[in-house]
C-alpha cells in the first residue's frame, strides 16, 4: 500500500524537523510552497520532501490544496493531507493499513485543535483529511472541504479511532484574509449553509454584530441549514451578538433556542451560566451547569467549545453553591473543577476557602 502525505507552506521553516519526523511514516511527502521567504523550500528538501513552488493568485485555500494534490503520484493508494503546524501521534501508518478496506474512500479520525495553557486537549473534533488517490477535489476559497468528483457515489468514511493528530499552531499568523475569503465564498454559493454560518461567526469575531445577525439569521432560514449541532451553534453566535449590543432579553432568548436545538450540547447552556453569573443569579446558574454537566457525551464535530468541557461548568457551579449557603456541595464541586486545572492559584485557593468554610462549620455541629 503507498500512502503519501501532501500539505501547502508558506514562512514554515521552524516547524519543518517536527512536521517530517511525524510524516515520516509515510512513503513520500510532497508540499506546495505558495510563497516562502524563511526558507522553507530547502530545509523540507534537505529532510526529503518533494516541493514545488507557486504563487496562487488570487490566493483561494481550494485552488492551492488541488495544486498540492496534484504532485501527489497517480499510484498512491492513501492521500494524508496535513498541514506543517500539525502532528501525528507515532504508528499512525501501521493503524492506517491494517484499518483500511477495499472501497473506502476516506477515513475520519480524532483531532486536536487547540490545547489549554496547562497542555490537556483543548477543542477536539474528528476530521476527514485522509481518502483515496482519485476521485475527491477540494472546494471553498477558505474553510476549504473534500467534495466528491467521482463516478456515483463515494464509499463509505471509514472512523479509524487510533489515529491521533495534534495542531500545534503558530499563534503570530494572522487570520484577516479569512473574511474576504468567506465573502467570496458566500457570493459564489449564497445557498451554502455551511459558508453562511463560518461567515456569520466571522463577523462575530470582527465586532460586526449587525451583519453577524443579518448573516447567521439568513442561515437558519436556509432549507439545507438541518444539521441541528451548527444551528445551535448560530444561536449561540446570535446570542453573543445581541450581548454585545445591549440587548440582553434577545440573547438570552437565543441561547435557549440553541438549548432546545442541540439538547445533546454543553456550550449554550454553559454560555447562559456565565450571563447568570455576572447578574448574580445563582439558581440559574446552577440549573444551566447542572444541565450541562449532565451531558457526559462529548461530541465528535467541531461544535465543541474547550470551556464547556474543562473546569469552567464546575467552578461556576461551585461558586453559586458558596453563594447560596450550600458550602459543602461547593467544596467538592470546587475540587472537580481543579482537578481540571491543578496549578490554578484561584482555584486552589477556593478549594482551601471552602475546606476551612466546612470544617468550621462540622466544629460547630459537633460543639452543640
Not at 39 to 54: D, F, H, K, Y
Not at 249 to 277: G, T
Request: hydrophobic share 40%.
Amino acid at each position: 500500500m503507498k500512502i503519501v502525505v501532501y500539505a501547502i507552506a508558506k514562512n514554515e521553516a521552524a516547524f519543518v524537523d517536527r512536521w517530517m519526523d511525524s510524516m515520516s511514516e509515510a512513503d513520500a511527502v510532497v508540499v506546495l510552497d505558495t510563497g516562502s521567504t524563511d526558507g522553507t523550500p530547502a530545509r523540507l528538501r534537505a529532510r526529503g520532501a518533494r516541493v514545488e513552488e507557486a504563487r496562487i493568485v488570487p490566493w483561494r485555500f481550494d485552488t492551492a490544496r488541488n495544486r498540492s494534490l496534484s504532485l501527489v503520484p497517480e499510484d498512491a493508494d492513501i492521500c494524508v493531507c496535513t498541514d506543517l503546524d500539525e502532528v501525528f501521534h507515532p504508528g499512525w501508518r501501521a493503524i492506517l493499513e491494517s484499518t483500511w478496506k477495499s472501497g473506502t474512500t476516506r477515513a475520519s479520525y480524532r483531532y486536536t485543535w487547540s490545547f489549554t495553557p496547562e497542555g490537556r486537549e483543548g477543542v477536539v473534533f474528528w476530521i476527514e483529511k485522509i481518502h483515496a488517490r482519485h476521485g475527491w477535489r477540494w472546494t471553498h476559497p477558505v474553510h476549504e472541504v473534500l467534495s466528491w468528483i467521482g463516478p456515483g457515489k463515494p464509499g463509505p468514511t471509514l472512523p479509524i479511532p487510533g489515529i491521533q493528530i495534534d495542531h500545534h499552531p503558530d499563534p503570530k499568523k494572522s487570520r484577516a484574509q479569512y473574511l474576504p475569503l468567506l465573502e467570496l465564498s458566500v457570493k459564489e454559493d449564497p445557498d451554502d449553509d455551511r459558508n453562511l454560518h463560518y461567515l456569520g461567526r466571522e463577523y462575530l469575531y470582527c465586532g460586526r454584530y449587525d451583519d453577524c445577525i443579518r448573516t447567521l439569521l439568513r442561515h437558519l432560514s436556509l432549507p439545507r441549514a438541518t444539521w441541528a449541532d451548527e444551528r445551535a451553534a448560530s444561536m449561540r453566535f446570535l446570542a453573543q451578538a445581541f450581548l454585545h449590543k445591549g440587548d440582553t432579553e434577545k440573547a438570552v432568548s437565543w441561547w435557549l433556542r440553541a438549548c432546545a436545538e442541540a439538547p445533546h450540547l454543553r456550550e449554550a447552556a454553559v454560555e447562559l451560566a456565565q450571563l447568570f453569573y455576572t447578574q448574580e443569579n445563582w439558581d440559574g446558574v446552577l440549573y444551566f451547569t447542572g444541565r450541562a454537566l449532565r451531558i457526559t457525551q462529548r461530541p465528535h464535530t467541531y461544535i465543541c467549545e474547550a470551556s464547556a468541557w474543562g473546569s469552567l461548568p464546575h467552578d461556576l457551579r461551585a461558586i453559586a453553591f458558596s453563594r447560596t449557603g450550600r458550602h459543602a456541595e461547593a467544596l467538592q464541586t470546587a475540587k472537580k473543577a481543579l482537578a481540571y486545572e491543578p496549578q490554578n492559584p484561584r482555584l486552589r485557593e477556593n478549594v482551601r476557602l471552602l475546606a476551612q468554610m466546612v470544617s468550621q462549620a462540622n466544629a460547630s455541629d459537633s460543639a452543640k
